[in-house]
């Protein structure tokens, strides 16, 4: 996971990223926001609000960090960055060391247990990364409820070491129509980690 951060911290430096108005024509094949920044799919029936105070991830930055994240899984998941399967949804920041994307990719799951399993292939990456660089690392695995939908949950937390800062990793993995819906939330500081979080909880599905 470290490698993902390093790779997502220089794409967010050479792009530049800054705080972007919400335009509609940004994401016309992948979803849309509506006036007041709320992030809408249909095909999830998703719905998530841009927590204020946060900036948007333009496409670009955004795609840059979940090809990063996919390069990682793609063995896992035999993942295609290229096509339909496996699409960018939504990204935010408060800056470059806390940050939080979704995407989806078909799962072809016929169940909540097959996704699980599914789920859980894609953190060992994240899991190897972590136990590699830090070996003291607490990791939580559980299940929460968003929306009316349940997630399961890889938490991974680190105490502040030297000059290296405490820090938190979570992952999301939610079973829609056929989708896994994946999100990450990375951070360093747990004010911006809170509103993230917040975004996620405060996040519906319609037809519930």
């Known amino acids: 996971m470290k490698k993902v951060a390093c790779i997502f911290l220089i794409c967010l430096a050479v792009a530049g990223c800054t705080s972007k108005p919400f335009d509609d024509s940004l994401y016309t094949e992948e979803g849309r926001f509506s006036t007041h920044g709320t992030y809408q ?16 991830m333009s496409v670009v930055d955004a795609r840059k960090a979940f090809n990063s994240m996919a ?23 408060c800056d470059s060391l ?3 994307f979704a995407y989806t990719y078909y799962s072809g799951a016929p169940d909540d247990a097959t996704f699980l399993k599914q789920s859980s292939d894609i953190d060992s990456t994240m ?11 607490k ?28 820090q938190t990793n979570e992952t999301y993995h939610c079973l829609i129509n056929g989708f896994g819906l994946s999100i990450m939330i990375y951070s360093t500081n747990a004010e911006c980690r809170n509103k993230m979080y917040e ?10």
Do not use: C
């Open 41 to 56: 799919s249909q095909e999830l029936g998703w719905e998530i609000s841009v927590p204020e105070g946060l900036s948007l």
């Open 71 to 93: 390069g990682l899984m793609k063995e896992d998941l035999n993942m295609d960055v290229n096509n339909d399967s496996s699409v960018f949804r939504v990204g935010f920041f």
């Open 98 to 100: 806390n940050y939080f």
């Open 127 to 137: 899991n190897g990364w972590i136990h590699d660089q830090f070996p003291e690392a």
């Open 139 to 166: 990791i939580y695995e559980g299940t929460e409820q968003f929306g009316g939908r349940t997630f399961y949950v890889k938490r991974f937390t680190k105490t502040k070491q030297g000059n290296s800062p405490a």
């Open 199 to 208: 975004a996620l909880k405060n996040s519906t599905f319609i037809n519930q």
